[in-house]
C-alpha cells in the first residue's frame, strides 16, 4: 500500500469522525462512546483536509503530512493517559485508542511505505 493510498483512507475516515462528531454526537459521543465535542470535530475535518491534500498532491507531501499529523496524534493520545482534556479537546476514554490508531497507522504511512522518486 503505497502513503497517497493510505492519506486517502486516513483522510476519509477523518473526515466521517468529523461529520458524526459536528451532526451526529448525542450527548457529545461519536457512535455513543468516542467523546467529542466542536472542537475536536474541527481537528479532525482539519485532518481530513490535510491528509487528502497529501493524497492528491503527490507520494512526498503524503510522507510529510503522515509525520507531522502522526505525531501530533501520538502525543496527543500521550497526553490522554495523564489528562482528559487538553486545550479544551477532550483525549480521554476512547479517544486515546482512535489516537494510538492514528498514530501507529500514520507513523506506518511515514516510515513503513516506499518513496517515489520525484
Known amino acids: 500500500m503505497t502513503a ?15 461529520v458524526l462528531g459536528l ?3 448525542p450527548n457529545g459521543l461519536i457512535l455513543g ?3 467529542s465535542n466542536t ?6 475535518l482539519i485532518t481530513a483536509v490535510a491528509l ?6 503527490g507520494d512526498r507531501l503524503a510522507h ?9 496524534y501520538a502525543a496527543l493520545a500521550l497526553i490522554g493517559f495523564f489528562s482528559s482534556s487538553f486545550l479544551g479537546l477532550p ?3 476512547w479517544n486515546i485508542v482512535v489516537n494510538l490508531i492514528a498514530a ?5 504511512d511515514w516510515l513503513g511505505t516506499p518513496r517515489t522518486a520525484s
Open 39 to 44: 472542537s475536536l470535530a474541527i481537528v479532525y
Open 52 to 57: 487528502l491534500y497529501g493524497y492528491f498532491t
Open 104 to 108: 501507529v497507522v500514520l507513523i506506518y
Open 91 to 93: 483525549t480521554g476514554g
Open 64 to 72: 510529510m503530512m503522515a509525520a507531522v499529523i502522526g505525531l501530533v
Open 4 to 18: 497517497q493510498r493510505i492519506d486517502l483512507f486516513m483522510g476519509l475516515v477523518f473526515a466521517l469522525l468529523a
Open 23 to 25: 451532526f451526529f454526537a
Open 33 to 35: 462512546f468516542i467523546p
